[in-house]
């Protein structure tokens, strides 16, 4: 099914309708030995250039690469580049797809900032020796799309989450749809704090999605709802400063999220998940979180 969706009168399928997808088994991680805030290109590093504790983010990493590993996750550890320091977030640098005869291929991004441009071609080699089939973007057509920081799958349905405004162009998104044979349903961001998707929309289960409400318009509200029967909105600060929507819940049932996110965390406790909490407070400097900070992979 090829098609972008920006209304609700242009859904005429049911999650039921849509072709059933793999949880992924496989979690790629950068490691953060290079980790620093040396510039600024959200409003989030405003004030932490040369403040990060590299040892800190060090053992923040470490823990969430462990709590991987319980979950029967394979992690793929990838070194990092000292030329990149945010390659540590290498939720960015690409949108993988698995099909239904087994084929994985994916999209390679082009990052919007200058300084993150160098990244792509360094993930694309962990792609490479998987045997995935590569897809490029025309830079000279498609201004920016940054990977699964914006394209987010819904939890094993062949439907993607497309946001747009600040980081991704809405018009890659008909490649997209082409190149996966997959619904995409495109959502407008409108405030800076919440530039990616993945600050603001977290997808738990096929059945229930957290977000930050005040970071989308009516219209993406009403696409939202129209497909996810349970949404857990979140408050201002603890999606704003502790990047509760930048979580991630890599089998449906346990999530991963910064500490501190008390009433995020209690509503998804009794929405029957299980939640871990991780101190990511240097990444968030930088302007990242869990989400950020992994791709998962068949």
């Known amino acids: 099914m090829k098609k972008v969706i920006t209304t609700t009168d242009q859904i005429d399928f049911t999650l039921s309708d849509l072709e059933d997808m793999p949880v992924p088994e496989k979690v790629m991680l950068v490691n953060p030995q290079y980790f620093e805030v040396k510039y600024i290109i959200n409003p989030h590093m405003e004030g932490h250039v040369g403040s990060i504790d590299k040892q800190v983010a060090m053992e923040e990493w470490i823990r969430l690469k462990e709590a991987y590993r319980s979950l029967g996750l394979y992690v793929h550890e990838v070194p990092g580049a000292k030329e990149f320091p945010d390659m540590v977030f290498c939720a960015n640098q690409s949108l993988p797809n698995i099909?239904?005869?087994?084929?994985?291929?994916?999209?390679?991004?082009?990052?919007?900032?200058?300084?993150?441009?160098?990244?792509?071609?360094?993930?694309?080699?962990?792609?490479?020796?998987?045997?995935?089939e590569f897809s490029y973007l025309d830079e000279d057509k498609f201004q920016s799309f940054?990977?699964?920081?914006?394209?987010?799958?819904?939890?094993?349905?062949?439907?993607?989450?497309?946001?747009?405004?600040?980081?991704?162009?809405?018009?890659?998104?008909?490649?997209?749809?082409?190149?996966?044979?997959?619904?995409?349903?495109?959502?407008?961001?409108?405030?800076?704090?919440?530039?990616?998707?993945?600050?603001?929309?977290?997808v738990l289960?096929?059945?229930?999605?957290?977000?930050?409400?005040?970071a989308?318009?009516?219209?993406?509200?009403?696409?939202?709802?129209?497909?996810?029967?349970?949404?857990?909105?979140?408050?201002?600060?603890?999606?704003?400063?502790?990047f509760a929507c930048n979580a991630t819940c890599p089998d449906g049932k346990n999530v991963f999220i910064?500490?501190?996110?008390t009433e995020a965390n209690q509503a998804m406790r009794e929405a029957g998940f299980t939640v871990h909490e991780f101190n990511t407070d240097e990444f968030?400097?930088?302007?990242?979180?869990?989400?950020?900070?992994?791709m998962l992979l068949w």
């Open 216 to 242: 989308f318009t009516e219209e993406g509200l009403q696409l939202i709802h129209s497909m996810f029967p349970k949404v857990i909105d979140t408050n201002d600060h603890e999606a704003a400063e502790l």
């Open 146 to 202: 940054e990977g699964m920081g914006d394209a987010i799958w819904h939890f094993k349905k062949r439907l993607i989450w497309g946001g747009y405004g600040y980081r991704t162009s809405i018009d890659v998104y008909d490649m997209i749809s082409e190149i996966f044979n997959t619904p995409v349903i495109a959502l407008e961001l409108t405030d800076p704090r919440f530039y990616h998707l993945d600050t603001c929309f977290c």
């Open 205 to 214: 289960n096929e059945e229930t999605v957290m977000i930050y409400s005040k």
């Open 284 to 294: 968030l400097k930088s302007g990242g979180s869990v989400f950020c900070m992994k």
């Open 99 to 132: 099909t239904a005869d087994g084929t994985k291929q994916v999209v390679m991004s082009v990052m919007n900032a200058d300084q993150r441009k160098g990244e792509v071609p360094l993930i694309e080699k962990v792609y490479r020796d998987s045997s995935y």
């Open 258 to 261: 910064q500490k501190g996110c």
